[in-house]
Protein backbone atom coordinates (compact mmCIF):
# COMPACT_ATOMS: atom_id res chain seq x y z
CA UNK A 1 0.00 0.00 0.00
CA UNK A 2 1.43 3.46 -0.72
CA UNK A 3 2.37 5.49 1.98
CA UNK A 4 1.94 9.12 1.86
CA UNK A 5 4.06 12.12 3.36
CA UNK A 6 4.88 10.66 6.97
CA UNK A 7 3.59 12.84 9.87
CA UNK A 8 2.58 12.26 13.40
CA UNK A 9 -0.97 10.56 13.19
CA UNK A 10 -3.76 10.45 15.69
CA UNK A 11 -6.89 8.14 15.39
CA UNK A 12 -9.97 9.92 16.56
CA UNK A 13 -13.28 7.20 16.88
CA UNK A 14 -16.14 8.94 17.83
CA UNK A 15 -17.21 11.84 15.74
CA UNK A 16 -18.88 13.59 18.40
CA UNK A 17 -18.72 17.07 20.78
CA UNK A 18 -15.75 15.24 23.69
CA UNK A 19 -13.50 13.99 20.62
CA UNK A 20 -13.61 16.83 18.71
CA UNK A 21 -12.62 18.83 21.72
CA UNK A 22 -9.34 16.49 22.35
CA UNK A 23 -8.66 16.61 19.03
CA UNK A 24 -8.54 20.25 18.64
CA UNK A 25 -6.34 20.61 21.80
CA UNK A 26 -4.05 18.37 20.73
CA UNK A 27 -3.81 17.54 17.24
CA UNK A 28 -2.26 20.57 16.10
CA UNK A 29 0.09 19.57 13.15
CA UNK A 30 -0.79 15.81 13.03
CA UNK A 31 -3.03 14.38 10.28
CA UNK A 32 -6.07 13.11 12.22
CA UNK A 33 -8.32 10.57 11.07
CA UNK A 34 -11.75 10.52 12.36
CA UNK A 35 -13.70 7.63 11.91
CA UNK A 36 -17.47 6.86 12.65
CA UNK A 37 -20.60 4.88 11.69
CA UNK A 38 -22.11 7.54 10.61
CA UNK A 39 -19.82 9.09 7.98
CA UNK A 40 -21.72 12.33 7.52
CA UNK A 41 -20.66 12.97 11.04
CA UNK A 42 -17.50 12.42 10.06
CA UNK A 43 -17.49 14.42 7.18
CA UNK A 44 -19.57 17.05 9.50
CA UNK A 45 -16.75 16.82 12.31
CA UNK A 46 -13.37 17.00 9.67
CA UNK A 47 -15.11 20.06 7.76
CA UNK A 48 -15.09 22.18 10.82
CA UNK A 49 -11.51 21.11 11.85
CA UNK A 50 -9.96 21.65 8.41
CA UNK A 51 -11.91 25.35 8.07
CA UNK A 52 -10.19 25.74 11.66
CA UNK A 53 -6.43 25.08 10.11
CA UNK A 54 -6.44 21.11 11.05
CA UNK A 55 -5.61 18.05 8.70
CA UNK A 56 -8.34 15.59 9.38
CA UNK A 57 -9.69 12.64 6.68
CA UNK A 58 -13.26 11.14 7.60
CA UNK A 59 -13.99 7.43 7.30
CA UNK A 60 -16.67 5.32 8.36
CA UNK A 61 -15.83 3.14 10.96
CA UNK A 62 -17.81 0.28 12.87
CA UNK A 63 -17.10 -0.23 16.24
CA UNK A 64 -18.31 -3.31 17.05
CA UNK A 65 -16.57 -4.73 14.01
CA UNK A 66 -12.66 -6.19 14.28
CA UNK A 67 -12.28 -6.10 10.49
CA UNK A 68 -13.90 -2.42 10.32
CA UNK A 69 -10.97 -0.88 13.36
CA UNK A 70 -8.23 -2.89 11.28
CA UNK A 71 -9.10 -1.19 8.42
CA UNK A 72 -9.23 2.03 10.22
CA UNK A 73 -5.98 1.35 11.48
CA UNK A 74 -4.56 0.17 7.90
CA UNK A 75 -6.07 3.46 6.61
CA UNK A 76 -4.06 5.90 9.03
CA UNK A 77 -1.00 4.50 8.97
CA UNK A 78 -0.67 5.84 5.13
CA UNK A 79 -0.45 8.91 6.41
CA UNK A 80 2.52 7.98 9.10
CA UNK A 81 3.21 6.59 12.45
CA UNK A 82 0.20 6.32 15.01
CA UNK A 83 1.44 8.43 18.20
CA UNK A 84 -2.26 8.73 20.17
CA UNK A 85 -5.35 7.38 19.83
CA UNK A 86 -8.82 9.18 20.89
CA UNK A 87 -11.67 6.86 21.43
CA UNK A 88 -14.41 8.56 21.83
CA UNK A 89 -16.94 6.48 20.41
CA UNK A 90 -20.16 4.83 22.11
CA UNK A 91 -24.11 4.51 22.16
CA UNK A 92 -25.95 5.09 25.29
CA UNK A 93 -28.91 2.95 27.59
CA UNK A 94 -31.32 5.29 25.46
CA UNK A 95 -30.15 4.67 22.17
CA UNK A 96 -29.43 1.11 21.60
CA UNK A 97 -30.30 -2.59 22.70
CA UNK A 98 -28.09 -4.76 25.04
CA UNK A 99 -27.09 -6.48 22.32
CA UNK A 100 -25.64 -3.27 20.72
CA UNK A 101 -24.18 -1.59 23.86
CA UNK A 102 -22.09 -4.71 24.60
CA UNK A 103 -20.88 -5.06 20.98
CA UNK A 104 -20.48 -1.58 20.41
CA UNK A 105 -19.20 -0.11 24.41
CA UNK A 106 -17.68 -3.27 25.79
CA UNK A 107 -16.30 -5.61 23.14
CA UNK A 108 -15.45 -2.28 20.33
CA UNK A 109 -13.66 -0.52 22.52
CA UNK A 110 -11.63 -3.46 23.79
CA UNK A 111 -10.61 -4.40 20.55
CA UNK A 112 -9.71 -0.61 19.74
CA UNK A 113 -7.20 -1.01 22.64
CA UNK A 114 -5.78 -4.12 21.76
CA UNK A 115 -5.14 -3.51 18.52
CA UNK A 116 -4.31 0.23 18.30
CA UNK A 117 -1.65 -1.10 21.23
CA UNK A 118 -0.11 -3.46 18.80
CA UNK A 119 0.94 -0.63 16.42
CA UNK A 120 1.08 2.48 18.67
CA UNK A 121 4.47 3.87 18.32
CA UNK A 122 7.31 4.62 21.16
CA UNK A 123 6.14 7.82 23.01
CA UNK A 124 2.54 7.50 21.96
CA UNK A 125 -0.42 7.57 23.89
CA UNK A 126 -4.43 7.32 24.03
CA UNK A 127 -7.40 8.42 25.83
CA UNK A 128 -10.58 6.31 25.90
CA UNK A 129 -13.52 8.10 27.29
CA UNK A 130 -15.99 6.17 29.69
CA UNK A 131 -18.69 7.33 32.02
CA UNK A 132 -19.47 8.03 35.32
CA UNK A 133 -22.12 5.50 35.00
CA UNK A 134 -19.81 2.81 35.42
CA UNK A 135 -18.74 4.26 38.93
CA UNK A 136 -22.22 3.47 40.52
CA UNK A 137 -22.68 -0.14 39.58
CA UNK A 138 -22.08 -2.49 42.56
CA UNK A 139 -18.70 -3.95 42.96
CA UNK A 140 -17.46 -6.98 41.03
CA UNK A 141 -15.61 -10.19 42.28
CA UNK A 142 -11.90 -9.58 41.85
CA UNK A 143 -12.40 -13.40 39.57
CA UNK A 144 -15.20 -10.40 37.27
CA UNK A 145 -12.83 -7.65 37.25
CA UNK A 146 -9.83 -10.02 35.79
CA UNK A 147 -12.06 -11.33 33.20
CA UNK A 148 -13.22 -8.30 32.15
CA UNK A 149 -9.91 -6.74 31.89
CA UNK A 150 -8.09 -9.77 30.27
CA UNK A 151 -10.12 -12.46 28.67
CA UNK A 152 -12.61 -12.22 25.18
CA UNK A 153 -15.90 -10.95 26.12
CA UNK A 154 -18.86 -11.75 25.00
CA UNK A 155 -18.92 -15.75 25.51
CA UNK A 156 -18.20 -14.34 29.47
CA UNK A 157 -20.70 -15.98 31.77
CA UNK A 158 -21.49 -12.66 33.21
CA UNK A 159 -22.44 -11.38 30.07
CA UNK A 160 -24.69 -13.64 29.03
CA UNK A 161 -28.58 -12.55 28.55
CA UNK A 162 -29.65 -13.80 31.51
CA UNK A 163 -27.08 -12.19 33.54
CA UNK A 164 -27.92 -8.79 31.95
CA UNK A 165 -30.93 -7.30 33.12
CA UNK A 166 -31.47 -4.02 30.87
CA UNK A 167 -29.59 -1.22 28.82
CA UNK A 168 -28.79 0.41 31.81
CA UNK A 169 -27.24 -2.68 33.38
CA UNK A 170 -25.42 -3.02 29.82
CA UNK A 171 -24.04 0.29 29.98
CA UNK A 172 -22.63 -0.21 33.27
CA UNK A 173 -21.21 -3.21 33.23
CA UNK A 174 -19.83 -1.74 29.50
CA UNK A 175 -18.24 1.51 30.88
CA UNK A 176 -16.49 -0.99 34.31
CA UNK A 177 -14.98 -3.03 31.45
CA UNK A 178 -13.50 -0.02 30.13
CA UNK A 179 -11.73 0.77 33.12
CA UNK A 180 -10.24 -2.67 33.89
CA UNK A 181 -9.25 -3.11 29.99
CA UNK A 182 -7.13 0.34 30.16
CA UNK A 183 -5.61 -0.73 33.09
CA UNK A 184 -5.08 -4.17 31.54
CA UNK A 185 -4.18 -2.50 28.11
CA UNK A 186 -1.54 -0.31 29.91
CA UNK A 187 0.97 -2.88 30.24
CA UNK A 188 1.02 -3.99 26.88
CA UNK A 189 1.02 -0.60 25.55
CA UNK A 190 3.97 -0.21 27.58
CA UNK A 191 6.47 -2.83 26.74
CA UNK A 192 6.04 -0.54 23.24
CA UNK A 193 6.87 2.67 25.21
CA UNK A 194 3.57 3.68 25.14
CA UNK A 195 0.38 4.74 27.52
CA UNK A 196 -3.41 4.33 27.48
CA UNK A 197 -5.67 5.80 30.13
CA UNK A 198 -9.80 6.28 30.44
CA UNK A 199 -11.91 9.29 31.21
CA UNK A 200 -15.22 8.93 32.97
CA UNK A 201 -17.34 12.11 32.40
CA UNK A 202 -20.37 13.38 33.63
CA UNK A 203 -23.39 15.25 32.18
CA UNK A 204 -21.87 17.23 29.22
CA UNK A 205 -23.30 19.94 27.45
CA UNK A 206 -24.47 19.07 23.77
CA UNK A 207 -26.72 19.45 21.25
CA UNK A 208 -28.67 16.69 22.45
CA UNK A 209 -28.06 17.42 25.60
CA UNK A 210 -29.43 20.40 25.66
CA UNK A 211 -32.87 19.07 24.01
CA UNK A 212 -33.09 16.60 27.12
CA UNK A 213 -32.62 19.93 29.71
CA UNK A 214 -35.56 21.92 27.73
CA UNK A 215 -37.66 18.65 27.39
CA UNK A 216 -40.09 16.44 29.32
CA UNK A 217 -36.52 15.61 32.27
CA UNK A 218 -35.86 19.25 32.03
CA UNK A 219 -36.80 19.64 36.47
CA UNK A 220 -34.70 16.28 36.55
CA UNK A 221 -31.70 17.50 35.35
CA UNK A 222 -31.96 21.28 37.12
CA UNK A 223 -32.26 19.58 40.24
CA UNK A 224 -29.24 17.32 39.86
CA UNK A 225 -26.86 20.16 38.80
CA UNK A 226 -28.41 22.52 42.29
CA UNK A 227 -27.59 19.47 44.08
CA UNK A 228 -23.76 18.55 42.54
CA UNK A 229 -21.07 20.01 44.16
CA UNK A 230 -20.45 22.39 40.64
CA UNK A 231 -23.96 22.88 40.47
CA UNK A 232 -23.95 22.96 36.83
CA UNK A 233 -23.16 20.48 33.79
CA UNK A 234 -19.89 20.14 32.06
CA UNK A 235 -18.66 21.97 28.93
CA UNK A 236 -17.33 19.66 25.84
CA UNK A 237 -13.46 21.40 26.20
CA UNK A 238 -13.44 20.92 29.61
CA UNK A 239 -12.53 17.48 29.19
CA UNK A 240 -9.25 18.01 27.05
CA UNK A 241 -7.93 19.73 30.62
CA UNK A 242 -7.73 16.14 31.39
CA UNK A 243 -7.07 14.54 28.34
CA UNK A 244 -3.59 17.01 27.14
CA UNK A 245 -2.44 16.14 30.37
CA UNK A 246 -2.71 12.88 30.09
CA UNK A 247 -1.51 12.37 26.31
CA UNK A 248 0.85 14.98 26.96
CA UNK A 249 4.63 15.08 28.78
CA UNK A 250 3.64 16.49 31.72
CA UNK A 251 1.75 13.00 32.08
CA UNK A 252 4.66 10.60 31.47
CA UNK A 253 3.90 8.74 34.59
CA UNK A 254 0.34 8.33 34.19
CA UNK A 255 -0.69 4.93 32.31
CA UNK A 256 -3.84 2.66 33.25
CA UNK A 257 -5.71 4.72 35.16
CA UNK A 258 -8.98 6.41 34.78
CA UNK A 259 -10.66 10.19 35.25
CA UNK A 260 -13.89 10.88 37.07
CA UNK A 261 -14.88 14.40 35.94
CA UNK A 262 -18.29 14.87 36.92
CA UNK A 263 -19.02 17.58 38.73
CA UNK A 264 -18.87 15.50 42.22
CA UNK A 265 -22.09 14.09 40.76
CA UNK A 266 -20.96 10.92 41.99
CA UNK A 267 -20.12 11.83 45.28
CA UNK A 268 -23.34 13.17 45.81
CA UNK A 269 -25.28 9.80 44.69
CA UNK A 270 -23.35 8.02 47.10
CA UNK A 271 -22.43 10.76 49.83
CA UNK A 272 -24.97 13.60 49.49
CA UNK A 273 -28.09 14.91 48.25
CA UNK A 274 -28.22 13.06 45.14
CA UNK A 275 -28.37 9.68 46.94
CA UNK A 276 -31.27 7.38 45.91
CA UNK A 277 -34.20 7.09 48.41
CA UNK A 278 -35.43 3.58 47.13
CA UNK A 279 -34.68 1.45 43.74
CA UNK A 280 -36.53 3.15 41.34
CA UNK A 281 -35.50 6.63 42.19
CA UNK A 282 -31.72 4.94 42.01
CA UNK A 283 -32.61 3.32 38.54
CA UNK A 284 -34.46 6.76 37.35
CA UNK A 285 -31.55 9.05 37.91
CA UNK A 286 -28.44 6.42 36.57
CA UNK A 287 -30.31 5.88 33.35
CA UNK A 288 -30.38 9.85 32.98
CA UNK A 289 -26.76 9.56 33.80
CA UNK A 290 -25.97 7.24 31.17
CA UNK A 291 -27.92 9.20 29.04
CA UNK A 292 -25.94 12.22 28.95
CA UNK A 293 -22.46 10.63 29.22
CA UNK A 294 -22.55 10.77 25.36
CA UNK A 295 -19.72 11.99 23.52
Known amino acids: MEQRLSKKVMILTGAGQIGMAIARRIGSGMKIVIGDKNIGNAHAIARTMNQAGFDTIPLEMDLSSRDSILHLIAEAQRYGNIS ?34 KVICP ?18 TAEQDEQLAMTPLLNLELLQPGNIKDTLHAYQMAK ?32 LAIDEFNGP ?30 MGGKGAFITGADFLID ?28 RQSTK
Open 84 to 117: MLVNAAGVSPSQASVETILKVDLYGTAVLLEEVG
Open 123 to 140: GGSGVTISSQSGHRMPAL
Open 176 to 207: RCNVKRVMAEAVKWGAKGARINSISPGIIVTP
Open 217 to 246: RGDFYRNMFAKCPARRPGTADEIPHVAELL
Open 263 to 290: GGATASYFYGPLKPHDSKEKTSQTIENG
